[in-house]
């Protein structure tokens, strides 16, 4: 019995003592959650003053008029046209450049606006691509709003979140586009940690100079007589240019390393070559068959007897890669490396735009 009384009493007491402190753990206030007035703010944005995104016209999600467009270029270049990111990056690329014995890149100012135009686009518009939403094509948006000549061989190189021009060359140098002695000019555009690199093979103006225009645009028509005479007078008197010689050089190259006779210069030719050449940047179009007709039918059209061949090429730059394109193509490439043919012509023409036609045309025939 005095077992009983015992228990109870311990059974009472410890129910006593342990009540509170459960009761006090259950109802003890939660903790106040942090006030974020006390947590410390995220570091600002700070760019240099150059970089002041305050100071650039914002790109829309729509085609800027002329009067947008235009305020965005005088901004650009009020602002000092290339800021110390780009300069940095344009230093690195040429070091590596003149490490690998590949000529240093010229920047161009059309390039310039059009690869800062296109990293501040990406930046407004949050975007991460070649394809602009707007423009379509780099190539494309260089030529429509900067004038550059979008049919050149151009590349683009683009990053994002890098804040400077060494993290995002370590990202680029391992590629071959850096240091392909193709390209001559370049452009660099950074923005907001936004980066963009355009490379161009280039018109020199030597070769501008050298392509100089005629004077008489050949129509989408037959000529009159008075028409082609004067057009063969200004032929005679400008002469062959140094792009023409350079793609018969470099054609009978190709010729002789496959074990032909090399092929020689015929002035009737190189006239018929000359005029298809220039009828196709005037005109804009690049087919065998046009308003006269075949090529054999274009040839006796200004006095050329005898069937001929034809080979053409439009948008690249130079005698060698023209060449090197015909080279590639099957059938261009048969023209090329026909052995019954005797006589070349070659035509190279640049229109306003810098638009590059090249023609080859062929003969059994040999030249008088």
Not at 11 to 16: F, G, R
Request: contains cysteine.
């Amino acid at each position: 019995m005095k077992r009983l009384i015992a228990l109870f009493i311990a059974v009472i007491l410890i129910s006593y003592v342990s009540f509170p402190l459960v009761h006090d753990f259950l109802l003890a206030p939660e903790p106040e959650p942090l006030s974020v007035e006390t947590l410390p703010p995220p570091p600002a944005y700070s760019p240099t003053p150059v970089d002041d995104r305050s100071q650039h016209v914002p790109i829309s999600a729509y085609r800027l008029s002329q009067q947008e467009l235009d305020r965005w270029v005088a901004n650009y270049t009020t602002a000092g046209r290339t800021n110390s990111q780009e300069n940095e990056l344009l230093r690195l690329i040429n070091n590596r450049r003149t490490s690998s014995n590949v000529a240093v890149l010229s920047a161009n100012p059309d390039l310039m606006m059009g690869a800062r135009f296109k990293a501040q686009s990406m930046s407004n518009l949050r975007y991460f691509s070649t394809e602009h939403p707007v423009y379509g094509n780099f190539k494309k948006m260089v030529g429509d709003l900067f004038d550059y000549p979008s049919q050149v061989s151009m590349a683009l190189h683009i990053g994002s979140g890098y804040r400077t021009a060494s993290e995002v060359f370590r990202i680029w140098s391992d590629g071959t586009v850096i240091t392909n002695d193709r390209f001559t000019e370049v452009g660099l555009g950074f923005y907001n940690n936004y980066w963009a690199l355009i490379v161009s093979e280039g018109l020199c103006n030597e070769a501008v100079a050298i392509l100089s225009r005629s004077s008489i645009t050949i129509p989408n028509r037959i000529l009159t007589e008075s028409e082609l005479n004067a057009w063969f007078d200004e032929y005679k008197e400008k002469g062959i240019n140094s792009y023409e010689l350079e793609v018969v050089r470099l054609s009978n190259q190709k010729r002789q390393t496959h074990g032909l006779d090399i092929l020689l210069i015929d002035p009737e030719l190189m006239r018929i070559a000359r005029f298809k050449a220039q009828s196709m940047s005037d005109i804009d179009y690049i087919s065998h068959y046009g308003v006269h007709g075949s090529p054999t039918d274009l040839a006796r059209a200004l006095g050329y007897t005898g069937s001929v061949g034809e080979n053409l090429a439009r948008g690249v730059s130079s005698p060698a890669y023209a060449v090197e394109s015909w080279m590639d193509s099957p059938d261009h490439r048969k023209n090329l490396l026909y052995d019954r043919y005797r006589s070349i012509g070659t035509g190279a023409y640049i229109n306003k735009n810098g638009y590059m036609s090249w023609v080859q045309v062929f003969s059994t025939r040999t030249a008088r």
